[in-house]
């Protein structure tokens, strides 16, 4: 998979580059020490994982379909899933984080001269997101079914 970009992508959802940028970020922490006679599975092969099964949804996404695809057991799946999850967040304060002054001002900039004029202090703006969901939620779900039949959450974010 490492040889084919293409492939890469379709299947993580991310880029190579990307999956190496998370994977020096995450790999450091102890929640991937094995303190048994057992190895774990090594990082990157957890993080392509996990990476898999948040890029899926519906059937494709369910333990037992990952767990097929790479070639582990649905408890690996489980395990690898709450690892990551666990360094991704204790990373928090780190890479999250509101812009500078400077950064909003170059986003700024880069809007206006990018595209237009007039949404330059909308420096933050994303609209309608679709981010799918797994299920029919059980609390009003027929609220959350889409335009293209699915159900999922409509996004929209702006910050001046």
């Keep these: 998979m490492s040889d084919d970009p293409k492939r890469f992508r379709l ?6 580059s990307t999956f190496d940028a998370l994977l020096e970020h995450l790999r450091p922490h102890v929640i991937f020490t094995s303190d048994g006679p057992i190895a774990q599975l090594p990082v990157e092969h957890q993080l392509a994982i ?7 949804y ?13 070639g582990v057991s649905a408890g690996m799946v489980v395990n690898a ?3 990551v999850i666990i360094a991704a ?7 999250v ?14 809007v206006e001269d990018s595209s237009c004029a007039a949404w330059r202090d909308g420096y933050c703006f994303v609209d309608g997101t679709l981010v799918p969901l797994g299920d029919k939620p059980g ?9 293209k039949s699915n159900y999922s959450l409509n996004v929209q974010v702006r910050c001046i």
Excluded: C, M
Excluded at 89 to 95: G, P, Y
């Design 81 to 83: 899933t709450r690892r």
């Design 139 to 147: 609390y009003h779900g027929e609220a959350y079914f889409d335009r």
């Design 50 to 56: 996990v990476l898999f099964r948040f890029g899926h």
């Design 97 to 110: 984080h509101w812009p500078t002054v400077d950064e909003k001002e170059a986003a700024k900039d880069w």
């Design 58 to 70: 519906g059937n494709a996404a369910s333990v037992e379909a990952i767990a097929q695809w790479a």
């Design 89 to 95: 967040l204790s990373l928090h304060d780190e890479v």
């Design 11 to 16: 299947n993580l959802r991310v880029s190579g």
